[in-house]
């Protein structure tokens, strides 16, 4: 699954929301570093839609404009929950063998660090 | 229950930014704001145009609004370069995706029928007239080589083995439009499209080093061509076709193509036996598309429009053909 794919899903996590309510839901959760352009939104939520993961929430008309909210289904928090569950996983074993390597290399330059530290 | 909850407050979250944005610009000038909204609202419409019509009629107004809403947090009163490139990327993709998924049946069975039936046609049409293929596919180095099916009619007074050699040349050339077709029916569709396009790269390298080909035969050729890699890539390809076309369509068309392929043999120099057997082979395609159903016929004649369109631009605007070649 692509970043702006988990993100948007994520984003309905927390409930329905619009187009735009999810652009700026995800500039917040990736803390900015994610900014979905209109295109690439729309590409994702068609195809989110069409393979079930999400649905049409409810739709209204604000100042004389549709406004489509979007829900995430339960096969779309399966998907979601999957994702989260392997990218935990990879971090885990990420940060395990950071641990490791940090451990190792502590000894290993034992005189430099203990004379730093102290 | 908080889940009921939050849907809400998500989304009242979700629309504060545009809200708060809004509220700001109108009370700075409204006047020039909104005139300026109505131009980039046209700008917009304007990108969205990139998209089909069936994602426009669901999601343009849609998108528009976010669009709208963006620009005006941004405080922008023209789309970004990189959005509009962005829209116009997705549009184009969504255009492609049209064709390839299938979203619509129709295409999908228009261009298989066509990814049988146009190298089959201009086969016909070009064979008594090898010449021209041998151009896009030998270029000039043949004719230079002294075994060019240019000369094929000439071979008699050669030694025997250059003479195998043209023929060979010749039934090379001749068949070289027919192979995606045949591997496609063999099942071996991607290896189809592979040939067709290898055949489409190498001919249109030929024709921009050469252009005393023939222009309006060899655009048509190349874009013949350029369609048939498409069809093989967006279709089931000619297995497809076969089924689609039935004994009935090929009933139809085989006169037209035996005739297509005699009319080669009256006297009339190079250039008016093509055009003959083009005309031939533009009655072969109607009479087909007639054979199937009419959403189907409409889409395989539009295909077919674009290879038979320089033609069409000759009849319009003639020009002296006699100086070309030959």
Do not use: M, R
């Given at each position: 699954m692509q970043e702006p794919t988990f993100l948007i899903l994520t984003a309905l996590a927390a409930g329905p929301q619009h187009g735009y309510g999810i652009m700026t839901d995800v500039a917040s959760i990736s803390a900015g570093r994610v900014r979905l352009r209109a295109g690439t939104l729309y590409t994702a939520l068609d195809r989110l839609k069409s393979d079930g993961s999400i649905d049409v929430d409810r739709e209204e008309i604000v100042d004389g404009r549709l406004r489509r909210y979007y829900r995430l289904t339960p096969p779309g928090a399966a998907i979601l929950s999957a994702e989260a569950d392997r990218l935990q996983a990879n971090a885990r074993i990420a940060a395990g063998r950071l641990k490791k390597l940090a451990g190792r290399t502590v000894p290993a330059g034992g005189p430099v660090p203990a004379g730093g530290t102290a | 229950m908080s889940g009921q909850d939050s849907p809400d407050s998500r989304a009242e979250g979700g629309e504060d930014p545009s809200a708060g944005s809004r509220g700001q610009l109108s009370a700075d000038d409204q006047a020039s704001a909104s005139g300026g909204s109505a131009a980039l609202e046209r700008r917009y419409r304007r990108l969205l145009a990139w998209y089909p019509a069936r994602h426009r009629s669901i999601y343009g107004d849609e998108m528009l609004g976010v669009l709208m809403a963006a620009a005006t947090a941004r405080g922008s009163g023209r789309p970004g370069v990189a959005e509009s490139l962005n829209l116009i990327g997705s549009g184009l993709r969504a255009r492609i995706g049209t064709i390839g998924t299938g979203t619509d049946p129709a295409w999908r069975d228009a261009l298989a029928v066509y990814s049988l039936v146009a190298p089959v046609l201009v086969t016909a049409a070009i064979y008594r007239a090898p010449w021209f293929l041998s151009f896009l596919l030998w270029g000039r180095g043949g004719s230079r080589g002294g075994i060019d099916p240019l000369t094929l009619f000439h071979?008699?007074?050669?030694p025997l083995p250059f003479q195998l050699a043209g023929y060979a040349k010749y039934l090379i050339t001749i068949a070289s439009p027919l192979t995606p077709v045949v591997l496609g029916l063999l099942g071996l569709r991607r290896t189809g499209l592979l040939t067709a396009a290898v055949l489409l790269s190498w001919t249109a390298l030929q024709a921009s080093l050469s252009w005393e080909i023939q222009a309006s035969n060899t655009v048509a050729f190349l874009a013949l061509l350029a369609v048939e890699v498409v069809a093989l890539m967006a279709s089931h390809g000619p297995q497809r076709g076969l089924r689609l076309l039935t004994w009935k369509g090929l009933l139809i068309a085989a006169p037209l193509l035996a005739l297509a392929v005699t009319a080669?043999?009256?006297?009339?120099?190079a250039f008016g036996v093509m055009h003959l057997s083009w005309s031939v082979v533009v009655l072969a395609i109607i009479a087909m598309a007639a054979t199937l159903a009419s959403a189907k016929a409409r889409r395989l004649l539009l295909l077919f429009a674009i290879p038979v369109s320089p033609f069409v631009i000759l009849l319009v605007h003639p020009y002296e053909t006699s100086a070309a070649v030959k």
């Open positions: - | 071979f008699y007074t050669l080669g043999l009256e006297e009339s120099g």
